[in-house]
């Protein structure tokens, strides 16, 4: 394969994103540089190699608003600054576009009833606007409810995530080589952190499982350790009690897992702590759907 064909798969590849519990599925080469932790509102924002190309926004809306007037009156608000100014519909989204300087951008709307949420989705093109490539976005927009068990799904950085819907994000670090996402349940200890490291070969010295161990902390009481074999998955578990120091300080259950994966070399590492009074949310070493590993998001250029 040669470097034109190499680019023009990646181009053509898409990776699916899962944010506040909405869902939408960008070309595989746009990463999200901003983020927002808010429920009530907030902002995702997208970018290639090059230049920023697209932003996720939410707000909290009890009810659907009038969109039509909406689009008249915030294309009248950029009559002055904007040029070709014209309303559109794109996969029954509601949206304006016009020229900014040397670039296209276009604005949609639509509101999710089942999340209470207004949802815009803003496109920005170098020079035309590219309609075939915001239909294909706009397709995949679509919002995510809690699954039966009353889980919310997040799909970000390389990791796929399933939290008690109770469990809001509460902290995001992203940095070269390493990303991790932490919620934080209703109750103390309440915790579920999730990382994803790379240039592990690097740094990664030991077995899997002395590593596991030396990443616990005092508070984790009569740890117990086992290796679980899933297919080429070989992951190492401990699970143990929370127990602070301090008599007042709540208790829970304590998991943490790590593994490997064959695909990307990255290595994966959950950590649930849980409060007594939630244990029916606490992994009970069945389940193998809490925390995936998604390789498809590490796109090496052509």
């Known amino acids: 394969m040669n470097k034109h064909q190499s680019n023009q798969r990646t181009a053509e590849a898409t ?10 599925e960008l070309p595989a080469d746009w990463e999200c540089l901003q983020f927002a932790r808010d429920p009530a509102v907030g902002r995702c924002g997208f970018a290639d190699r090059n230049r920023y190309r697209l932003e996720l926004n939410w707000r909290a809306f009890k009810a659907e608003p009038d969109f039509e007037r ?10 002055d600054s904007w040029e070709g100014l014209r309303t559109l519909r794109c996969r029954g989204w509601p949206g304006v576009t016009g020229r900014r300087g040397e670039e296209t951008v276009s604005r949609y709307g639509a509101y999710f009833c089942s999340l209470g949420l207004l949802v815009e989705v803003v496109f920005a093109h170098q020079g035309d606007r590219d309609d075939a490539l915001e239909a294909r976005i706009l397709h995949t927009v679509e919002p995510v409810l809690p699954t039966s ?3 919310q799904r997040w799909r970000a950085f390389g990791m796929e995530m399933a939290v008690p819907k109770s469990f ?3 902290e995001c670090v992203v940095e070269p080589a390493r990303a991790g996402m932490r919620f934080d349940g209703p109750k103390k200890p309440d915790r579920w952190i999730f990382r994803r490291y790379g240039m592990v070969k690097n740094w990664l010295k030991v077995p899997l499982r ?7 902390e005092e508070s984790v009481h ?6 679980i074999t899933r297919g080429n998955l070989h992951l190492e578990r401990v ?10 300080l709540p208790r829970g259950l304590y998991t943490t897992e790590a593994w490997i994966n064959d695909m990307d070399g990255r290595l994966y590492h959950g950590i649930y702590i849980t409060c007594r009074r939630h244990r029916e949310w606490h992994p009970d070493g069945r389940e193998t759907d809490l925390f995936k590993a998604c390789p498809e998001f590490t796109v090496v250029p052509g």
Do not use: V
Not at 70 to 79: R, V
Not at 222 to 227: L, V
Not at 242 to 248: A, E, Q, S, T, V
């Open 15 to 24: 990776t699916l994103w899962m944010w506040r519990q909405i869902a939408l």
């Open 168 to 170: 809001p994000l509460s």
């Open 222 to 227: 009569a740890p117990r350790s086992e290796t």
């Open 149 to 151: 068990e009353g889980r």
């Open 70 to 79: 909406m689009m008249k009156d915030y294309a009248s608000s950029l009559e």
């Open 239 to 248: 699970t143990g009690e929370w127990r602070p120091k301090g008599i007042l």
């Open 210 to 216: 002395d590593w596991l161990h030396a990443q616990l």
